[in-house]
């Protein structure tokens, strides 16, 4: 039997190797950000075996972007949840959190099609976990997602069995010289790949699950899923219409599902008063935002990276932050009674952050908007303008809504010198990073 | 014609009973009401891909891919059969965190009917 004390010890311990090798991720992704240019990558082979036979992690420009965003968000998230301390086996939770991470990193510095399915199921398998232990709504919905998450993580198998049978390879760039795209069997096998990954980052028909597991599971596990589990499967999707899809013509439909999608959410945002549904809807748009930039973007890794980098990161953020705070915002809204009992600056911070989600002058999410706006001008895409015009009206109004409700709890109380120091602090972060971006892009 | 395609069906028939099996798995994905035989159901879509990338790797007249040090030899192409085996370990853990789930769920609502999960759902939160 093992004593409660060396429980205690064996947890610290834990907290701390996760702490430090987090810490170690981010400090890797930023390393690999003053190393790599802007055409040039960095090869590992695994194992002896060179690029065909064996596995090969090849990282490029854009990769090493958003690995630095992943463990930024992992980081980020892992900080702010108090390290998942008032659960009640966080000694797991945070080794399954540690695990997804890994998952959702490997997708994407690997160059091989069967390694990114390996590191699709670890994620997932500690993802569905993480997202259903909270209470029995979250189990169920967490269950929703199982079914269909392996649906997709089948699709995707199969897909890469066909390719596989053609090609005789599964290295991304070996099969690159070897694939003929005007076989129907290779563009049927492109398609379930696609399908596979519409469902894992719940592009319009299959979005369903994700509003059950973002809305009934633990909040802190929700604001890193928001944050990176989407953007890893959009990024995927990017990254393959430039190499493996690169002579699909598959921007089409992708227009047009993201245009669906945008309209039927600016009117599925009005019949909900949760907020975490709010949270989530806006999430869907912002999904559909990132289709339409892939879908316009031209098929050269790297070209143009920064307008979808930008959306990316601050969505992500936004996100994650909103989250970690909606478990205290919900209360707000339904419960005026404990008011006086809470710090009034997570209710501030909100309040700027859904300012910047709408697209407020100064903070990032007026610059994210401000170049997605001036690139589709450019590209002369007026339906895709009128959409996402409309989809941002419709997050406007909505939170203009919200904020009307929040403010008069906050007029009547006094806000505290260190709340205002924290909230300074923070506009003036979010201030930066806009400036920041403005100066990243011109 | 028709020779054609019976001649096809028969030297390829591995590759039907996996599209086969694999559509049963979907459909009762789609249709069973019960959770546990969602699972199940799961679990013959992604056995149907396990034998659709096994079947690949069958050569004809060849031997199973164990080195013999002899002459005018064929091998069946290991890869894929490797590549199943860490396919079969990751459906077994999805399968089991499935099973898991399901022990609570019927610890929470006494119940495995889809419909019925749902009803109550909706009961408690509108």
Redesign the interface.
């Known amino acids: 039997m093992i004593k409660l004390k060396e429980i205690n010890i064996f947890r610290k311990i834990s907290m701390n190797y996760i702490f430090i090798s987090i810490i170690f991720c981010s400090c890797f992704a930023f390393f690999f950000n003053l190393k790599i240019d802007n055409n040039e990558y960095i090869s590992y082979f695994l194992g002896g075996w060179e690029a065909p036979n064996g596995i090969e992690f090849r990282i490029y420009f854009p990769d090493k972007l958003i690995a630095c965003f992943l463990s930024f968000i992992a980081f980020f998230t892992f900080i702010f949840s108090g390290f998942f301390r008032k659960t009640a086996q966080y000694m797991a939770i945070n080794i399954l959190f540690l695990i997804s991470f890994i998952g959702y990193l490997g997708m994407i510095i690997s160059a091989d099609l069967?390694n990114i399915?390996?590191f699709l199921?670890i994620a997932?398998?500690a993802t569905?976990?993480l997202l259903?232990y909270s209470n029995?709504?979250a189990?169920?919905s967490?269950?929703e997602y199982?079914?269909i998450g392996?649906?997709a993580a089948?699709f995707y198998?199969?897909g890469i069995?066909i390719i596989?049978?053609y090609t005789g390879s599964l290295n991304i760039f070996d099969i690159l010289s070897r694939i003929n795209f005007d076989n129907i069997n290779i563009k049927i096998a492109s398609l379930f790949i696609i399908i596979g990954f519409f469902i894992k980052f719940a592009a319009f028909p299959m979005h369903i699950w994700m509003r059950n597991c973002y809305i009934f599971a633990d909040h802190r596990i929700v604001a890193f899923m928001s944050g990176i589990s989407s953007k890893v499967f959009l990024y995927l999707l990017y990254k393959f219409s430039n190499n493996l899809f690169a002579d699909l013509d598959i921007n089409i439909a992708l227009n047009f599902i993201s245009i669906l999608s945008l309209i039927y959410f600016s009117i599925r945002i009005f019949k909900n008063n949760n907020f975490k549904e709010f949270l989530v809807i806006s999430s869907f748009i912002n999904i559909n935002y990132i289709l339409i930039i892939i879908s316009y973007l031209p098929k050269e890794l790297g070209t143009d990276f920064k307008i979808l980098f930008i959306q990316i990161i601050n969505h992500g953020f936004n996100k994650a932050s909103l989250f970690l705070l909606s478990n205290n915002l919900d209360k707000y809204l339904k419960l005026s009674k404990w008011l006086n009992k809470i710090s009034m600056a997570p209710i501030i911070i909100a309040i700027i952050l859904l300012l910047s989600l709408a697209g407020f002058p100064l903070f990032p999410g007026f610059t994210s908007k401000f170049y997605l706006f001036s690139y589709l001008i450019t590209k002369n895409a007026w339906i895709s303008l009128f959409a996402i015009s409309l989809a941002s009206l419709a997050v406007f109004i909505k939170v203009i809504n919200l904020i009307n409700s929040l403010l008069p709890i906050i007029l009547e109380r006094e806000v505290k010198i260190g709340e205002i120091i924290s909230i300074v602090g923070f506009t003036i972060i979010l201030i930066i990073t806009a400036i920041g971006e403005f100066l990243l892009v011109s | 014609m028709i020779p054609d395609i019976i001649n096809n069906l028969a030297q390829n028939y591995i590759y039907f009973i996996s599209i086969i099996l694999?559509l049963i798995g979907?459909w009762g994905?789609i249709i069973n009401d019960n959770?546990l035989k969602?699972?199940l159901c799961?679990g013959i879509?992604?056995n149907a891909?396990l034998l659709?990338?096994v079947a690949?790797s069958k050569i004809k007249n060849g031997i199973v891919p164990m080195i013999k040090f002899e002459d005018n030899i064929t091998y069946s192409n290991p890869v894929?059969q490797v590549?199943m085996l860490?396919?079969i370990v990751?459906a077994l853990?999805?399968l089991s965190?499935?099973i898991s789930?399901?022990f609570?769920?019927k610890k929470?609502?006494n119940t495995l009917s889809y419909k019925k999960?749902k009803e109550i759902?909706a009961g408690?939160?509108q």
């Open positions: 069967f399915y390996v199921e997932s398998i569905y976990s259903g029995k709504r189990n169920f967490a269950f199982l079914i392996s649906i089948c198998l199969l069995g596989y049978m | 694999f979907l994905i959770l969602k699972l799961l879509f992604q891909i659709f990338f690949q894929p590549l860490t396919a990751v853990a999805t965190v499935g789930m399901i609570k769920i929470n609502y999960i759902e408690i939160y």
